[in-house]
C-alpha cells in the first residue's frame, strides 16, 4: 500500500485540510498506516498536480485561508483499482528481534544494555496501548449502533490493539529470558552453547 491509498480513504471519510489529516495520522489512521507531517503534504502536493484530489479554499476569520482536500473522480478509480487488486501478506521486518538474537555474539556483560532496549520499546508499545484503548473507549462506545463504516474502522482499531497485546506479551518473554540467562552465570551466557553444539536453525 502506498501511502496515496490511505489518504484517499481517510478524504473519503472525511474532507479535510493537511493539518486535519495529519492529525488523523497521529490519531485513527495510525493504526495501520503512520506519515510524518512533512510526508503528507509532500503527497498531498502531488496528488494534487495528479488530479486524484480536489482542494477548495475555505476563508477563515483572523488566519489565513485554508485548503480542504477531497477525492477527486481519477482518485475514487485509483483508489478503486487498489482495492479490487490482490495484496500479498506481509513479511515482518523486526529490529528489536534481530538484536535479540545477535546478543549470543556479544560480551555477556553488556547484556543490561538490551535490557534497557527492551524495556524502552515495552514502555513505548504500552503507551501505544493505552491511546488505543482511550480511542476506543471514545470513538466505540459500548453499546453503540455503528456504521458499516465505523465497524470497519473499528475492526482496524481492534487488530491494533490486539497486535500491541501480542508484542507487550512477547516483550515481557525477551525480558524473562534476558533476566534468566544474566542470573544464572556466564555458563549460561547467551552464546555459551555456540562452540560446543553449533548455531540452532529452527526458526531461522
Keep these: 500500500m502506498a501511502l496515496e491509498h490511505a489518504i484517499l480513504v481517510s478524504l473519503l471519510e472525511q474532507p479535510g485540510s493537511g493539518y486535519e489529516l495529519a492529525r488523523r495520522f497521529d490519531r485513527s489512521i495510525g493504526y495501520f498506516w503512520t506519515a ?56 515482518v521486518r523486526h ?11 556479544d560480551d555477556p556483560a553488556e547484556l543490561h544494555r538490551l535490557v534497557a532496549e527492551v524495556r524502552r520499546h515495552h514502555a513505548a508499545h504500552a503507551a501505544r ?5 482511550t480511542g476506543e473507549r471514545r470513538d466505540f462506545p459500548a453499546g453503540q449502533d455503528l456504521t458499516a463504516g465505523e465497524q470497519l474502522q473499528h475492526v482496524v482499531l481492534r487488530g491494533g490493539i490486539e497486535y500491541e497485546r501480542m508484542t507487550l506479551a512477547w516483550l515481557d518473554d525477551v525480558l524473562a529470558t534476558l533476566h534468566r540467562l544474566d542470573t544464572d552465570g556466564p555458563d549460561r551466557s547467551p552464546g555459551a552453547d555456540r562452540t560446543a553444539t553449533g548455531s540452532h536453525d529452527a526458526g531461522s
Design 36 to 91: 510524518t507531517h512533512q510526508q503528507i503534504y509532500r503527497v498531498l502536493k502531488r496528488m494534487e498536480a495528479d488530479g486524484l484530489i480536489d482542494v477548495r479554499e475555505v476563508p477563515q476569520e483572523s488566519r489565513p485561508d485554508k485548503k480542504v482536500y477531497s477525492v477527486a473522480a481519477a482518485g475514487r478509480a485509483t483508489l478503486t483499482d487498489w482495492l479490487h487488486a490482490p495484496v500479498e501478506p506481509e513479511s
Design 129 to 133: 496501548l493505552a491511546r488505543y484503548l
Design 95 to 105: 529490529d528489536l528481534a534481530v538484536k535479540v538474537r545477535g546478543a549470543a555474539f
